[in-house]
């Protein structure tokens, strides 16, 4: 089954001669429309390719301060190991009832095994994790305090050195026998090494578009080059502000005109633009923009955001919805996610239950 978007529907459009921009259409949607498309999210599958992470976290209680050093000792009270990198976006994805495989590499390590654990616990499929005997799997550790729910100190354990040949061959080996059982493929680069050699990207995306399969990115400024015609890319705004400019030497700072030359520049139907804690925007090749502003009242946690809205904007394409519908629907699975602490998803009952 192949993705086939959409036309923009259901919104009324605002015009060229509008002061909030060109084409800006307005945000509302019926809860039953919604509803139609959340309830066909089960039936998609979704490939997920990228730097796979494991996030640890040490939650402490601080009991007094070090002889050795001015920090504070903390008495370790639990642990916990999440998925991270690309592996959050295939959690976000499963959590809203998708059938997920992930693809990636790892270490022979402790991190690895973590992470694997996490992974069958969540019911991702593993198949396309191929260990490394030349790098750590990347590990994001964190000392929490539990009395105060806040990050005290981070550490981290990675390369972002290139794959080797074999093991990036034995990525698009994975995607190709993947190719008949997913309608999506999300491709999630975070610059630790999987897509340092252009020419995965390149053989992902040709095999994705000959296969009529939707593509998502999201990449670094400095590989987005690589990702060409994919049907979305999502930024934050200092990455998409940085990436033109080193396209075109020109520093720009309106939205809507950094989006609009990434659609040009990459053949992207569609931009996502996230802008700090404070708006989630999509621009569309048809000069269409969609805006979003958070409830920053509502904030507790913004870590993870981008991946809770690429999984629901993925789904909600492939259930039929057109942009427009898509981020109308994944805004409000980000204003349940922001609530939260943590990388922490939005299940699929959730978004059900939104009034």
């Known amino acids: 089954m192949g993705y086939h ?4 529907r259901h919104f009324k459009e605002y015009g060229e001669n509008s002061p909030l921009g060109p084409a800006l259409i307005s945000n ?26 494991t996030d640890r976290y ?32 295939a959690n976000n994805l499963r959590a809203l009832e998708a059938r997920v495989f992930l693809s990636g590499i790892v270490g022979y390590d402790d991190a690895a095994h973590w992470f694997r654990k996490a992974c069958i616990e969540a019911g991702i499929d593993t198949g396309g994790i191929f260990p490394s005997e030349n790098r750590p799997t990347t ?37 190709e026998s993947h190719l008949e059982v ?31 399969k939707l593509t998502v990115v999201e990449s670094k400024p400095r590989h987005a080059d690589y990702f060409a015609s994919p ?46 804690d404070e708006e989630i925007c999509l621009y569309t ?18 870590t993870g955001m981008k991946d809770t809205l690429i999984g629901v904007v993925t789904l909600s394409l492939l259930a039929g919805a057109d942009f427009g519908s898509a981020v109308r629907i994944a805004n409000q699975a980000v204003v349940r996610k922001i609530g939260k602490v943590g990388t922490a998803t939005v299940s699929l009952r959730e978004l059900m239950q939104q009034e």
């Open 5 to 8: 978007p959409a036309k923009i």
């Open 28 to 53: 509302q949607m019926r809860q039953s429309e919604m509803k139609n498309f959340l309830e066909q999210f089960p039936q998609f599958g979704v490939l997920v390719v990228g730097d796979l992470m």
């Open 58 to 89: 040490l939650w402490g209680t601080p009991v007094r301060m070090s002889h050795e050093a001015p920090v504070p000792i903390l008495k370790i009270d639990r642990e916990e190991y999440k998925l991270g990198g690309a592996a959050n976006v």
């Open 139 to 175: 590990l994001k550790a964190r000392i929490m305090s539990t009395g105060h729910n806040r990050q005290m100190l981070r550490y981290d354990q990675e390369s972002s050195e290139p794959i080797a040949e074999s093991e990036m061959a034995s990525l698009i080996k994975y995607v």
């Open 182 to 212: 997913v309608q999506a493929i999300v491709l999630s680069d975070y610059d630790k090494g999987v897509f340092s050699n252009p020419e995965l990207a390149r053989s992902i995306l040709a095999l994705a578009n000959e296969h009529g």
């Open 231 to 276: 049907t979305l890319v999502a930024f934050d705004y200092d990455q998409s502000q940085e990436f033109v400019f080193r396209r075109v030497n020109s520093l720009m700072t309106d939205s809507a005109t950094i989006a609009y030359t990434i659609s040009d520049l990459l053949g992207a139907k569609g931009v996502i633009m996230i802008k700090g």
């Open 285 to 302: 090749s048809e000069r269409q923009a969609f805006q979003f502003l958070l409830p920053r009242e509502s904030i507790v946690d913004s």
